[in-house]
């Protein structure tokens, strides 16, 4: 069970290190390690005890030496010169425990040297890097979770920061909880009738409006990270709801081990749209993106409609298809064209037969144009047969 350090009640201990102007090398060390423990895999906040009335910080961790300052301590056989030990390159910022826990591993070698410097370079790198970020570049965090196939799904706020400041270079803004827009559709009863579907609608309606909306006409427009892992019709009313009108980036869950939601490089996919029949003004526009789909697939009420397909044109469809940044847009484009040609064509209904990943059904509903673009009556396959959702109309 991890131990956690405890100020003392009657305040912090005479022997603890002040931080202080007259050691530059030390507070130089607490500077560019953020305050935080070095050791990979503990980030653990060092400044945990103040003595308020004066003001004066009394720092919790403890300033260690890769290669020891003496010449017959533990490896003290490194080539780094004795003058040179009480470099900065030489010493760490370390909580208590990971202090004893790394003088430990190195007298067995489970730590080297070496290993000991990439981890400081690497801290040390990550702190220079999210302080650099402004105070204005930041990010509201728009999460939505609910149920997959009965098993309910959790984004971590530690992914979220992550994904954030590596994709987007900027910090994600929360109000005190994890997430900034926290949509949770996991309790929602299961179900597949109308009122299972209305009600999922006026959970994401009333995060929508009460905490997004009224920092849309905000100076300057509020950017937007939108992490999404729910039933697809959902996550297209989503985009619906939040339109295109401020700047948005949509994160994407990856399949790779590791990559957590960040984009990952590789291959681009682009995409094509093609009439496979023409009969009228109501429309089916099937999406064949993580999944082959066909007009054989459709339900009765669909069978004499007109059809669009939008597949990929180098690549067959597949759950890992959307990997690349680049893939996402060259699908946006794409599906944004055709809703603009069906808008040209006439069509006075779209039934959206969908077969995509997350951040793809996001877009769908992000490139709707409310005065604009008919209604869209989105489909979702449920035992075995594909089956009307949600209605997607005028206004939101």
Not at 119 to 143: C, D, F, G, N, P
Not at 255 to 272: I, K
Not at 307 to 326: D, F, H, K
């Amino acid at each position: 069970m991890p131990v956690k350090s405890t100020p003392p009640a009657a305040g912090p201990s005479p022997n603890a290190p002040k931080i202080s102007a007259n050691d530059p090398v030390r507070l130089f060390l607490w500077v560019v390690a953020g305050g935080r423990c070095e050791r990979r895999g503990c980030n653990k906040y060092l400044l945990g005890n103040q003595a308020i009335g004066d003001h004066t910080l009394y720092p919790l961790g403890e300033v260690a030496h890769n290669v020891p300052r003496s010449a017959r301590g533990p490896r003290s056989g490194d080539e780094l010169a004795i003058e040179r030990r009480n470099d900065i390159e030489n010493l760490l910022l370390l909580c208590p425990m990971c202090h004893k826990t790394v003088d430990e591993a190195l007298k067995t070698g489970e730590f080297t040297v070496d290993q000991l410097r990439d981890q400081k370079r690497e801290h040390e790198a990550r702190i220079y890097r999210l302080t650099e970020i402004a105070a204005t570049h930041e990010s509201l965090v728009v999460r939505l979770v609910g149920t997959i196939h009965g098993s309910a799904v959790e984004i971590a706020a530690d992914d979220i920061r992550h994904a954030v400041v590596h994709q987007t270079t900027r910090f994600p803004r929360y109000r005190g909880s994890p997430h900034e827009v926290d949509i949770d559709l996991r309790r929602l009863p299961e179900g597949n009738d109308s009122a299972y579907w209305e009600t999922g609608r006026r959970i994401i309606d009333d995060q929508v409006e009460n905490l997004l909306r009224p920092r849309i006409g905000a100076e300057p427009p509020p950017h937007v990270s939108v992490f999404a892992l729910a039933r697809i019709p959902f996550l297209i009313y989503l985009g619906a709801r939040l339109g295109d009108k401020i700047p948005t980036e949509v994160f994407q869950k990856q399949r790779t081990a590791g990559q957590l939601w960040s984009w990952v490089a590789g291959p681009t996919v682009l995409f094509e749209h093609r009439v496979v029949r023409n009969a009228g003004t109501k429309w089916v526009m099937i999406l064949a993106v993580s999944g082959e789909l066909s007009v054989d697939l459709l339900p009765a009420e669909l069978r004499d409609h007109s059809v669009v397909e939008l597949r990929p044109t180098n690549a067959e469809p597949g759950r890992e298809i959307c990997t690349s940044r680049q893939t996402f847009e060259a699908f946006r484009a794409t599906y944004g064209r055709a809703l603009r040609w069906l808008e040209a064509a006439g069509a006075e209904e779209i039934a959206v037969v969908p077969a995509v990943p997350v951040s793809i059904a996001v877009a769908c509903g992000r490139e709707r144009l409310p005065a604009v673009t008919p209604p869209l009556v989105v489909y979702d396959r449920i035992g075995g047969a594909y089956v009307p959702t949600i209605t997607i109309t005028g206004s939101l």
